[in-house]
């Protein structure tokens, strides 16, 4: 995934290249490697013997600081909803409202920020990084009312069967299909 078509065709100044330089990390990769294998025992019952414990905790530690710290990156960066966009062309600056979603709960205030490139859409999530810039995040993650809960979530694409896309909540793993995700989802390369 890290070479795929999705992260070549992201601009250079797009945070998420950061994430093929993590993904690429040889430490970083074997600790994550690690972490899943420990994962998929653990959820087929093949636990760690109790003599064992100590170490495979101290392990499994070490291996949660190494992404961490390889991660810590992203922490610089804010995801946002956007709301509303107003552009004024004498000015040439866009007014954006948006939601900064972080936390857990489900109701974040509207902010606006002043933004001074046009093509900023409304209902779409963003990446702002430290100097300000917004950058896309559709098609990757789309934000929506949940169908099943009701409530307001992150979906990513899960899967594809003949033509229609399944996205599936970061928040709670509710899914729905979304054939309008298709297009977009094809033309960055990950379908």
């Not at 972490?35 to 100590?54: A, E, I, Q, W, Y």
Request: proline share 5%.
């Amino acid at each position: 995934m890290r070479d795929g078509k999705a992260f070549r065709n992201l601009p250079d100044a797009h945070p998420l290249k950061d994430l093929r330089a993590l993904l690429a990390d040889p430490g970083v990769a074997a600790a994550r490697k690690r972490l899943n294998v420990r994962r998929n025992d653990d959820s087929h019952l093949r636990t760690v013997d109790f003599t064992d414990l100590p170490h495979a905790l101290d392990s499994a530690a070490a291996d949660l600081r190494t992404l961490l710290a390889a991660a810590e990156f992203l922490s610089d960066l804010s995801l946002i909803h956007v709301t509303a966009v107003r552009w004024d062309s004498i000015r040439a600056e866009a007014t954006v409202s948006y939601r900064e979603l972080m936390g857990d709960h489900p109701v974040a205030p509207t902010r606006t920020m002043t933004y001074r490139e046009a093509g900023v859409e409304v209902d779409s999530l963003y990446l702002v990084d430290t100097r300000h810039r917004l950058h896309l995040l559709r098609p990757f993650l789309v934000g929506r009312i949940c169908p099943t809960c009701r409530n307001w979530s992150t979906f990513h694409a899960d899967g594809a069967s003949r033509g229609v896309v399944t996205l599936k909540s970061l928040e709670h793993g509710h899914t729905l299909k979304d054939a309008s995700v298709d297009e977009p989802l094809r033309q960055v390369g990950l379908l």
